[in-house]
């Protein structure tokens, strides 16, 4: 059972919402779907990623894009239908040197992620992209969840102008890191997959999920083990393994 808590506004259109549940587990990378009504308009759940996850108190970060997602974003106070934690999270290392590299809402899972290297006692290098400075959210906990963060925006509103690739392209020449950690736009964790190689990379793959569990299949991603399911296969995986060319 899920309640609302709160909704507070944390970048433009975009809002962080704090639910209480019964679930005192959840691994990074993890996603909740919520039924945004009792009726069917609209008639999938929309699937997010925990943000956070401390006690009884679970987080998500919702960017408005629709219909659904602007429902959401207003909900009161009071019992909310939740399906999850769900799905494959990250692989957490330990006593590693981390390098995290979020595109978008895709930076939500990797503050989770992040929190937990820090608990393992690895070392965590953050580059944090975004489109321009008012979609930046959160940026105050990001920093205190890092060793080092780099802010990186398309139109050099915040921090360093450029895209996340090229960041981390000149920072693994003075670095080693032991795993990468993404998630955002696929164009990205494409090119940081053919860009990075041979470091390991973990990618946590946006997909729109139908069920949400596996049965409409609706979610699938080419790998080269053949098509999975994002949804309970992922959506976090090996980015070598994917065909980023397939549909």
Same mark, same amino acid.
């Given at each position: ?40 308009d609209p008639l999938l759940r929309r699937p997010f990623s925990i943000f956070d996850h401390s006690g009884t108190n679970l987080q998500i970060v919702v960017r ?21 934690? /769900? ?10 040197? =981390?390098?995290?590299? +979020?595109?978008? %809402?895709?930076? &939500? ?36 969840? /890092? ?10 509103? =915040?921090?360093?102008? +450029?895209?996340? %690739?090229?960041? &981390? ?54 790998t080269k083990n053949g098509y999975r399911r994002a949804c309970i296969d992922g959506p976090v995986f090996d980015a070598y393994d994917v065909l980023w060319d397939k549909p």
């Amino acid at each position: 059972m899920f309640t609302l808590l709160s909704t507070k506004p944390v970048a433009n259109e975009h809002y962080l919402l704090t639910l209480q549940s019964d679930v005192r587990a959840s691994k990074p990378g993890q996603f909740i779907n919520i039924k945004v009504t009792s009726n069917t308009d609209p008639l999938l759940r929309r699937p997010f990623s925990i943000f956070d996850h401390s006690g009884t108190n679970l987080q998500i970060v919702v960017r408005v894009v629709g219909k659904a997602t602007r429902q959401i974003a207003v909900l009161h106070p009071g019992a909310i239908d939740c399906i999850g934690p /769900s799905g494959k999270g990250f692989a957490i290392v330990t006593g590693k040197k =981390a390098l995290l590299i +979020g595109g978008g %809402v895709g930076n &939500a899972p990797l503050f989770y992620c992040a929190k937990k290297l820090r608990e393992r006692n690895s070392t965590v290098t953050y580059i944090y992209g975004a489109t321009s400075q008012n979609t930046i959210y959160m940026l105050d906990d990001y920093k205190n969840i /890092s060793n080092e963060l780099i802010v990186v925006t398309d139109d050099g509103s =915040a921090g360093v102008e +450029g895209n996340p %690739v090229d960041i &981390a392209k000149a920072i693994i020449k003075t670095n080693n890191f032991d795993m990468i950690y993404t998630c955002g736009p696929q164009i990205m964790m494409q090119r940081l997959t053919q860009e990075l190689s041979p470091i390991p990379i973990q990618a946590s793959l946006e997909r729109y999920f139908g069920c949400g569990i596996g049965l409409c299949s609706g979610c699938t991603v080419a790998t080269k083990n053949g098509y999975r399911r994002a949804c309970i296969d992922g959506p976090v995986f090996d980015a070598y393994d994917v065909l980023w060319d397939k549909p």
